[in-house]
């Protein structure tokens, strides 16, 4: 009883809990995709917050202070075409925030795994960062499978 009363004092209002120890989400609306890897998304309580993927990295077009990588564009525009103007499901990891304060998460759309089909695709590479590391191995395999049929960035860069 303890545990859950804590649990939801950490939960935003608009945070669903998960079911069965599954972590917790939320329906949002993507307002646009910054780059490859990242999404401005507006909360269910009219919130505007910055979303960073969890377990991949792509190819910078943003960064300051760095000029565009090889590949970046082209996650960019991937990113962009599949998630701008949709709604989306954030399932959150269990560190919440990154060191610049965007949030953390898993994405899906239509439950297609967005963070998946960019390792997939050969757009991102992957990036673990503990705790964040629920679907590691995963992503780790699909990385090897594109980079071995020179996918995306595999075979470009």
């Known amino acids: 009883m303890l545990l ?24 949002v609306y993507v307002l646009r995709a910054v780059d490859g890897d990242t999404i401005e998304v507006r909360l269910p309580d009219g919130e505007v917050e910055d979303v960073r993927y ?10 300051p202070d760095t000029p565009v990588q090889c590949f970046g564009p082209q996650a960019s525009d991937f990113n962009h075409g599949l998630v701008e103007h949709r709604r989306v499901r954030l399932v959150f990891g269990v560190e919440r925030r990154d060191v ?25 590479r992957t990036l673990t ?28 860069c």
């Open 4 to 27: 859950l009363a804590v649990a939801l004092v950490l939960l935003r209002p608009w945070e669903e809990i998960g079911r069965d120890g599954e972590p917790a989400s939320a329906s």
């Open 54 to 63: 969890i377990g991949v990295d792509t190819p910078e077009t943003v960064k």
């Open 100 to 124: 610049y304060g965007r949030l953390l998460a898993y994405v899906y759309l239509d439950g297609r795994f967005v963070n998946a089909e960019l390792v997939r695709r050969g757009l991102a």
């Open 129 to 156: 960062i503990p705790p964040n590391d629920r679907f590691a191995g995963s992503l780790k395999r699909l990385e090897l499978a594109a980079a071995r049929a020179g996918r995306g960035l595999w075979g470009a």
